[in-house]
């Protein structure tokens, strides 16, 4: 099984990833946790562009798309694998965040980003963690490492795209769970629903 878990930075994606890998373990399921971007070659050539707020020209959102889907591909036969040994896959991330983020940028149509994520594994259940901007932006308050897509236009855009995932990939999981709540409230809400 796939569990993706997605939504804006601060949503709180990390934290409920770890406490779910948590709870599912206590019910005795191998669980193997994950996040993207991955931290193989090209997840690290992504976060240096992150984490130095690079931008490389008018067509930033395309190579990134790019970049992204390139890791995933990479990331591909591992995430295979583990569903193969019977492992619970939980995902800090997929493609979803691509078609949320990128499309912000000129050149990134949503039919392109399909395209391009054509042949990669389809969750199971993505879960878009909703919260609004603000507290997005407060909970992100004491990071030391801030990166460009943390600013608030942004996020709001950002918040729009994932608000209308269901519509873009109508074939998909997609479920909206509130999270400007306790950790272990949305856990035990997204375990509820996963009926584990």
Same mark, same amino acid.
């Given at each position: 099984?796939?569990?993706?878990?997605?939504?804006?930075?601060?949503?709180?994606?990390?934290?409920?990833?770890?406490?779910?890998?948590?709870?599912?373990?206590?019910?005795? +399921?191998?669980?193997?946790? $994950?996040?993207?971007?991955?931290?193989?070659?090209?997840?690290? /050539?992504?976060?240096?562009?992150?984490?130095?707020?690079?931008? /490389?020209?008018?067509?930033?959102?395309? !190579?990134?798309?790019?970049?992204?889907?390139?890791?995933? =591909?990479?990331?591909?036969?591992?995430?295979?694998?583990?569903?193969?040994?019977?492992?619970?896959?939980?995902?800090?991330?997929?493609?979803?965040? $691509?078609?949320?983020?990128?499309?912000? +940028?000129?050149? $990134? $149509?949503?039919?392109?980003?399909?395209?391009?994520?054509? =042949?990669?594994? &389809?969750?199971?259940? !993505?879960?878009?963690?909703?919260?609004? !901007?603000?507290?997005?932006?407060?909970?992100?308050?004491?990071?030391? &490492?801030?990166?460009?897509?943390?600013?608030?236009?942004?996020?709001?855009?950002?918040?729009?795209?994932?608000?209308?995932?269901?519509?873009?990939?109508?074939?998909?999981?997609?479920?909206?769970?509130?999270?400007?709540?306790?950790?272990?409230?949305?856990? &035990?809400?997204?375990? &509820?629903?996963?009926?584990?």
């Amino acid at each position: 099984m796939l569990i993706v878990l997605e939504g804006i930075d601060g949503s709180g994606k990390s934290s409920i990833a770890q406490l779910l890998k948590e709870e599912l373990e206590k019910r005795k +399921y191998k669980i193997w946790l $994950t996040k993207e971007p991955t931290k193989g070659p090209i997840g690290r /050539l992504i976060r240096e562009f992150l984490a130095k707020g690079h931008k /490389l020209n008018e067509n930033w959102g395309r !190579v990134m798309a790019l970049l992204f889907a390139a890791d995933r =591909y990479y990331h591909q036969e591992e995430i295979k694998e583990k569903i193969r040994q019977g492992y619970i896959i939980i995902s800090d991330r997929y493609y979803h965040s $691509t078609f949320a983020y990128q499309p912000n +940028y000129p050149g $990134t $149509t949503i039919e392109w980003i399909r395209e391009l994520h054509r =042949y990669l594994e &389809k969750p199971d259940y !993505v879960f878009i963690l909703d919260i609004p !901007v603000e507290l997005a932006i407060e909970r992100m308050s004491d990071r030391k &490492k801030r990166h460009m897509y943390e600013k608030k236009e942004f996020l709001e855009k950002v918040r729009y795209n994932y608000l209308r995932l269901k519509e873009i990939l109508p074939n998909e999981n997609i479920i909206y769970i509130s999270n400007d709540r306790l950790p272990e409230e949305t856990v &035990k809400e997204i375990l &509820k629903i996963l009926k584990l």
